[in-house]
């Protein structure tokens, strides 16, 4: 299963040649967030304001070295992935741009939709 995280470019650029990835998340939350596919349209407005350019790292959770763990941690009826301990970057699969439209919206990436149904 594919699950999504958020970071900059900037950021990306500084950390993809290593062997793992986070130790900043794990640091300042215990974890590293993430998002199903199907729900990411909902932490999207998270990264609304960021002016710098986004990717979107499409993870195969199966590679995943460290235990994730599926939470509503907002008892909102919904679980999110979380990783807990440091991405294995070779478990990325892909990185792709993070798409807004004019009103700084989230634009669902093509390479996205084969995951899900529309």
Request: charged share 30%.
């Amino acid at each position: 299963m594919i699950i999504l995280h958020c970071l900059t470019e900037n950021k990306w650029d500084k950390v993809k040649e290593n062997s793992y990835y986070g130790k900043e998340s794990i640091e300042a939350f215990g974890f590293i967030h993430c998002s199903s596919i199907e729900n990411f349209w909902r932490v999207a407005p998270n990264f609304k304001d960021i002016d710098e350019p986004l990717l979107l790292l499409c993870i195969d959770s199966s590679k995943v070295e460290a235990n994730i763990k599926w939470e509503d941690d907002e008892n909102c009826g919904r679980k999110y992935p979380h990783i807990y301990g440091e991405l294995n970057v070779d478990s990325v699969d892909t990185v792709i741009p993070f798409l807004k439209n004019d009103q700084g919206d989230f634009i669902l990436n093509k390479e996205l939709e084969q995951y899900i149904s529309i």
